[in-house]
């Protein structure tokens, strides 16, 4: 037994009042809510119909990619973007340069499927 009493305590969960930022930020999250739901609706149709019929193969070989698959989608793009920088001036360098440069880093990584094209055309 305790020799001393403790008083009663009596908490009260006090919460911190919203500031103008936080309180503009709740009413457009509650204005724009049933235009996000909406979209994400229709994002979903869109989605399934895509997958199911036309790019099944095409969303199948993206959610399984083999090994190191975005690494060099990465680098083929990073090429193309350098491309674009390059290529100040003319309309003609703007899509010489991105699509050469892209190819040649395609090519790279890909040199069977880059000779069978060049034979083709």
């Given at each position: 037994?305790?020799?001393?009493?403790?008083?009663?305590r009596?908490t009260?969960?006090?919460?911190?009042?919203?500031?103008?930022l936080?309180?503009?930020?709740?009413?457009?999250?509650h204005v724009?809510?049933?235009y996000?739901?909406?979209?994400?609706?229709q994002?979903f149709?869109?989605t399934?119909?895509?997958?199911?019929?036309?790019?099944?193969?095409?969303?199948?070989?993206?959610?399984?990619?083999?090994?190191?698959?975005?690494?060099?989608?990465?680098?083929?793009?990073?090429?193309?973007?350098?491309?674009?920088?390059?290529?100040?001036?003319?309309?003609?360098?703007?899509l010489?340069?991105?699509?050469?440069?892209?190819g040649?880093?395609?090519?790279?990584?890909?040199p069977?499927?880059?000779v069978?094209?060049?034979k083709v055309?």
């Amino acid at each position: 037994l305790s020799l001393y009493s403790s008083p009663a305590r009596e908490t009260k969960y006090v919460e911190n009042p919203q500031t103008q930022l936080e309180e503009g930020v709740s009413r457009l999250r509650h204005v724009m809510e049933p235009y996000t739901a909406w979209c994400q609706v229709q994002w979903f149709y869109i989605t399934s119909a895509l997958c199911s019929d036309f790019f099944s193969e095409g969303c199948e070989f993206l959610q399984n990619p083999p090994a190191g698959f975005y690494p060099r989608l990465g680098v083929i793009g990073f090429a193309g973007i350098v491309g674009l920088f390059l290529a100040r001036g003319s309309k003609i360098k703007k899509l010489v340069y991105p699509t050469g440069l892209m190819g040649i880093g395609a090519s790279m990584y890909y040199p069977q499927q880059a000779v069978a094209i060049a034979k083709v055309s």
